[in-house]
């Protein structure tokens, strides 16, 4: 990929199915979130962690930080902070969860890739298109995102219902990911990897 790509990471969630701040739970020795910049690391020029007004988690000196400022209202207020927070030069943008440790490569590369024929890219499972992870063109996206905050809308489908989307069916992207890992997100403790602890 020549085009400089960014990647905004969702940490501002309460954890309150979890029971505990998830984002620090270990696998293999290191915090979830960790693991979540490390996937990220080789594909993009830059991460964005958004967190709460309130939350600072640990983060490598190379990953920027913004702040919801709609903490615990939904996802999109944390799409938006990251969105607005990115340098006005990156056009292509990842858009993960800070709970989702098992991302592959390849399968963030090919949301990526959609980009070039599209505003937005999305895997779909059996029950349908997953609104995370996702790949989304910044200068869309953001101020859809930021009209739909004003009209306390708070879902990422619904950011996907105003962009042009390209729908990567399984039978494309479990050519990556057979076991589909990309999805697993870790609600409560039983989602963990098996590696966890």
């Known amino acids: 990929m020549t085009e400089r790509v960014a990647a905004i990471v969702l940490a501002g969630g309460r954890s309150s199915r979890f029971g505990r701040d998830k984002l ?8 979830m979130l960790d693991h979540v910049i490390d996937r990220l690391r080789p594909m993009v020029a830059d991460i964005v962690v958004v967190v709460s007004s309130d939350a600072r ?34 056009e292509r943008v990842l858009i993960v969860g800070g709970d989702m440790p098992t991302l592959v490569a390849p399968v963030l590369e090919r949301l ?21 992870p996702m790949a989304v ?52 403790p039983g989602d963990l990897p098996a590696s966890s602890g």
């Open 137 to 188: 063109r910044r200068s869309p996206a953001s101020p859809v995102a930021d009209r739909l905050l004003e009209s306390d809308e708070r879902r990422l489908r619904a950011l996907l219902g105003e962009l042009d989307v390209d729908v990567i069916p399984p039978e494309v992207w479990q050519l990556d990911d057979p076991t589909g890992e990309t999805l697993r997100d870790v609600d409560v």
């Open 57 to 90: 988690p640990g983060v490598p000196a190379d990953v920027s930080m913004a702040y919801d400022d709609r903490p615990d209202e939904g996802p999109l207020g944390g799409v938006a902070a990251g969105l607005r927070s990115l340098d006005p030069g990156i």
């Open 24 to 31: 620090v739970e270990p696998i293999a020795g290191r915090p």
């Open 112 to 132: 990526v890739e959609a980009l070039g024929r599209r505003e937005a890219a999305v895997l779909a499972d059996a029950d349908g298109p997953r609104p995370l």
